[in-house]
């Protein structure tokens, strides 16, 4: 039987009690921008400073964002003195060597999914930021947005019941360049690591680290997984099926289905959105969920910044929503379904 009522969310919101923190920039590519938009228009936090090697690039983003400092080096960046955070948005690949650099400085560090290319990167990104005190998080906004906080209530509330399967795709039609990055394996491309990374880390939320990865799917030309679908076993038997793809755009919508109760969240499920709980009986009528707020879109990309300086706040060095752990297990599964689809070939 469905609740009366829908959970309210928990909402990491601006002036709560978090410092202010001074921010760094390190790749002011689109994401970079959309985070930067999102910092200023709804936290607390100020952008001080830029990296980029191409000095039109940084100067553009600088002007854009009102940001007064350019460095040339990542070395100047991270030893900045009027910087505490270090925001990574360079390639995956690129991201342990930015990540331990920003950490040797002593500076707190966000970096943008995935956090590094596998799980043995992430395992020493994350062991250097607790030798070092700093937190190191990555910035998985979903895990933030105020959706998530009612999700997670309701499962903790056993309202579904026992939960039997997990249904996410991320599938957006990319580029045909060879020389795109997402294309590029050395560049830590590919469906799975860029897309299909918010699926593996929804089912990891609500069921945990699998038991068993079966994966099949299309390699492309240059080297990386051009789509795939992953059949994820869990404790208990249940399931999760996970779909992602650079050569097609997909629903993007998610699925929880429980004995009791479902939710479906209408997509691009990752970002801010909409779902409904539906109850075992088909003829029974759902609870529907709204964000109440009025951050939308890349706007959201706000609340794991607001999340991050409340962490930073409490002298925590990783996020209690989204632990290390949980981060480098994901990795673990993508890791293991990457090197089925190339031992294929196909």
Known sequence: MLPDSLPTPTLYSAN???PSLRWGIAGPGWIAGEFAKALRAHTAQR?????????????????????????SSLDALVNDPEVDVVYVA?????????????????????????????????????????????????????????????????????????ITAVLADHGQSITADPTHRLLRP??????????????VQFSS????APSEIIASGMMTETGVDA???????????????LHSSIRAR??????????EAS??????????????????????????????????????????????????????VESPVHTHDETISILATIDDARAQLARRGH
Not at 91 to 111: F, M, W
Not at 227 to 241: C, F, I, K, M, R
Not at 286 to 300: E, K, N, Q
């Open 90 to 162: 360079t390639p995956p690949s690129d991201h342990l060597r930015t990540g331990l650099a920003a950490i040797a400085a002593g500076k707190h560090v966000l970096i943008e999914k995935p956090i590094t290319v596998s799980a043995a990167e992430a395992r020493e990104l994350t062991d250097a930021a607790r030798a070092a005190g700093v937190l190191v998080m990555e910035a998985m906004w979903t895990r933030y947005l105020p959706q998530t906080s009612v999700i997670q209530q309701l499962l903790d509330d056993d309202v579904l019941g026992e």
């Open 205 to 208: 939320m609500v069921l945990g």
């Open 263 to 316: 939710i479906v969240l209408d997509g691009p499920f990752y970002n801010p959105t909409t779902f409904s709980l539906l109850g075992a009986d088909y003829f029974s009528t759902p609870l529907t969920w709204s964000d109440p707020t009025d951050i939308r879109g890349f706007a959201g990309l706000s609340w794991e910044a607001n999340a991050f300086a409340r962490f930073v706040g409490d002298g925590l």
């Open 227 to 241: 789509y795939s679908t992953l059949v994820l076993t869990h404790a208990g038997g249940a399931q999760s099926t």
């Open 16 to 18: 709560a009690g978090e």
């Open 47 to 71: 952008l001080v400073a830029v990296f980029s090697r191409s000095a039109e690039r940084g100067g553009e983003f600088a002007a854009a964002h009102g940001i007064d400092r350019i460095h």
């Open 186 to 199: 050395e560049l830590g491309g590919g469906a799975l690591l860029d897309l299909g990374i918010y699926p």
């Open 250 to 259: 997909t629903p993007m919508a998610g699925v929880i289905a429980g004995s």
